[in-house]
């Protein structure tokens, strides 16, 4: 095998427990990134790469791989996250098939849950490949341990090939993508990549450079609260004013009734009383102008239902998150062009699609510095179904390596 560590060096990670935590103010927002981090820090510094650093004010671990050449070529960069999603993610037991036979369902542990045809149809794709699956008990943390574990063993690759001709080359691991803030600090500047690319993706071929433009929608209401009795044109039911606003978007603009281009409401959480109800949204939009109308639509509604129950019972605060990547990539499409023709070279089909989320690349690409997402080969994301063929995260990482061949060929 071309990367003899790839395997092991998964495994290894996917068993540390990273999990990020929405409700912590911390950077990163727990402090078992913290101690992956460093021992990833380590790791790095033991296989040979340089500069290692772990930025404390970003949670960031960044390292360096020098030139080997003497012409000046760009320096590429590759990050991904080293957190996992919300589920379950203590004593992580990744179960390894080999020689999968394409057809049968695989059984997750002692879990009583399996993997079949009937809900996961992307496993007939994989007959040969050895698959790495949970054990039904917790998810895998292929998204994104596959990323990490791909960017090392190529630079592990580099360094133990020097006849292997690159220039200069930057990685970076980060914290807490998956609760959207992991990226808010990443340093540019210190990281000094002409170009850059997330290893964040799914299945093999994934090549996104366009992404949603989002925002947050809290809605608070105040009501009247009087007895039930006596309530006759007095009350203000904070719950019923609540449901006028939701029933007041379009409805077939919901995540459940949305697909491909087309953006959404979603409502996240509804609570409250009589005296006063909560709620929280996520708008999204590939259009930027869309999601501009869409949070018009919201304070038009908010309008609407003050002049009816009353000035201030509703009111609306809304918070920009991050903006679809296209908007920076369209000015450098070479970028996207490089990963496409990398795997084209491979004879991988690149399946470019825009990306119904974000990835930290939108973040990343707004600050100055163009980083589309290449895929990493996890399927079935963020729970116990997930899993990964150690043949695709082969191929991602010979992906990464045609990048920087084909880096050198490029002019400065
Ligand atoms: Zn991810």
């Given at each position: ?35 992956f ?68 369902d ?10 079949d045809l ?27 341990k ?9 630079m ?13 080359i ?10 959207g803030?992991?990226a ?33 929608l ?8 009087i007895?039930?009795?006596?309530a ?6 904070a ?25 959404f409401f ?10 006063q ?9 590939f ?17 609407r239902?003050?002049?009816q129950?009353?000035e ?23 970028v996207v ?9 491979l004879?991988?089909?690149p399946n ?56 050198t060929?490029?002019?400065?």
């Amino acid at each position: 095998m071309k990367y003899t560590n790839l395997k092991d060096r998964f495994i290894k990670y996917v068993k540390v427990n990273t999990r990020s935590d929405e409700k912590s103010n911390t950077t990163p927002t727990t402090k078992s990134q913290v101690h992956f981090l460093h021992d990833l820090a380590d790791e790095l510094k033991s296989i040979g790469l340089e500069d290692v650093k772990y930025n404390k004010q970003n949670a960031y671990v960044t390292a360096t791989l020098p030139s080997n050449i003497d012409q000046k070529v760009p320096v590429v960069g590759f990050i991904s996250h080293v957190d996992t999603a919300d589920f379950n993610s203590e004593n992580i037991n990744p179960q390894i098939i080999e020689n999968y036979d394409g057809k049968s369902d695989i059984p997750l542990g002692q879990s009583g849950f399996k993997l079949d045809l009937k809900n996961s149809p992307n496993l007939s794709k994989y007959e040969g490949n050895t698959l790495i699956t949970t054990d039904g008990t917790t998810l895998l943390g292929s998204d994104d341990k596959s990323g990490v574990a791909e960017i090392v063993s190529v630079m592990e690759y580099l360094i133990n090939h020097s006849e292997f001709k690159h220039g200069k080359i930057r990685v970076a691991f980060g914290p807490d993508e998956e609760i959207g803030v992991g990226a808010d600090k990443f340093d540019v500047k210190d990281f000094g990549a002409d170009f850059a690319y997330t290893v964040d993706g799914g299945p093999l071929g994934e090549l996104e450079w366009e992404t949603f433009n989002a925002a947050s929608l809290e809605i608070k209401v105040q009501g009247y609260n009087i007895h039930p009795s006596v309530a006759y044109g007095k009350m203000i039911n904070a719950l019923q004013v609540a449901i006028d606003f939701h029933n007041s978007l379009p409805q077939d603009e919901f995540p459940e009734n949305t697909k491909d281009r087309e953006g959404f409401f979603h409502l996240l959480s509804l609570d409250g009383s009589v005296d006063q109800a909560r709620m929280s949204y996520i708008i999204r939009d590939f259009e930027r102008d869309g999601l501009e109308e869409r949070k018009e639509l919201v304070n038009k509604i908010v309008e609407r239902l003050n002049k009816q129950y009353g000035e201030k019972r509703v009111q609306a605060e809304m918070h920009d998150q991050y903006y679809n990547m296209a908007e920076v990539m369209k000015d450098h499409m070479d970028v996207v062009e490089l990963a496409k023709k990398a795997m084209e070279d491979l004879g991988i089909k690149p399946n470019i699609a825009p990306v119904r989320g974000g990835t930290d690349g939108s973040k990343i690409s707004f600050m100055g510095l163009p980083t589309p997402n290449l895929f990493a080969g996890g399927e079935n994301m963020h729970g116990r179904y997930e899993f990964v063929s150690l043949e695709v995260m082969e191929k991602a990482a010979d992906v990464l390596l045609q990048i920087i061949k084909l880096t050198t060929e490029k002019e400065i």
